[in-house]
């Protein structure tokens, strides 16, 4: 099945930093989806992205299906922004694959 | 709007019990789904359903069963407790297929 390999594992950001958050796929991929993972544990959907650009005030996000890779923008982080981030897709009439997340430490 | 509803939020189980973590949705979504998230790692699949009636294996599907006999619940079942199934357990929803998810708040399992 599809691999997804997320880059950096740990970032840790001064409050104000900007951040890319990067996801690679191994085959085509299809419903790319970007997750935050608060430090209670709840995952909130951020974006649905099979394509394009989106973005949702401080944050952004960018799909390149046909190179196979996924950006997460994160711009004047705050504290409230630290978590896991993960991405995840699927290859087609099959269930969404997660990458394993890059942790996200905002320092006020 | 409650969304994705899983109870209960913790539980401890004693090797070889057996429980049910129960999965409620209200956004009459056709498709749900079982993950399980081990300390820092991702989501594993372990059973999902595209409708009433019917489910079907994720990647992690041993130890556990389900049945979806309405379109708004989708119960776990863990029949003979062990170890390697303490896990936080999300469910999740979607309208079409792995389109954007919704997940609960999750269940935290111990087995001891």
């Known amino acids: 099945g599809i691999q997804v390999e997320q880059s950096p594992p740990d970032l840790i950001l001064q409050e104000g930093a900007n951040s890319t958050l990067r996801c690679n796929f191994s085959?085509?991929?299809?419903?790319l989806q970007w997750f935050h993972q608060n430090p209670w544990g709840q995952l909130i959907n951020l974006f649905y992205?099979?394509?394009g650009t989106k973005q949702n005030g401080r944050l952004s996000a960018t799909t390149v299906a046909t190179e196979r890779y996924s950006l997460l923008y994160i711009s004047s982080s705050q504290t409230t922004d630290s978590g896991v981030y993960f991405c995840?897709?699927?290859?087609?009439?099959?269930?969404?694959?997660f990458g394993k997340g890059t942790r996200l430490s905002v320092i006020a | 709007n409650a969304g994705v509803t899983q109870t209960p939020k913790f539980r401890i189980l004693k090797i070889g019990q057996s429980m049910t973590l129960q999965c409620t949705q209200d956004?009459?979504?056709?498709?749900m789904y079982w993950y399980r998230q081990d300390p820092g790692m991702g989501l594993k699949l372990i059973y999902y359903?595209?409708?009433?009636?019917?489910?079907d294996k994720g990647e992690v599907p041993n130890g556990y069963n389900v049945s979806r006999s309405t379109t708004e619940d989708f119960p776990l079942r863990l029949e003979l407790a062990a170890p390697s199934q303490t896990s936080v357990y999300f469910c999740?929803?979607?309208?079409?297929?792995?389109?954007?998810?919704?997940f609960g708040s999750g269940t935290q399992l111990s087995v001891l």
């Open positions: 359903s595209v409708g009433a009636g019917i489910t």
């Open positions: 956004m009459n979504h056709n498709y």
């Open positions: 992205i099979p394509s």
């Open positions: 995840a897709g699927d290859s087609g009439n099959t269930p969404l694959v």
């Open positions: 999740a929803s979607s309208n079409r297929g792995p389109e954007k998810l919704f």
């Open positions: 085959d085509s991929v299809n419903n």
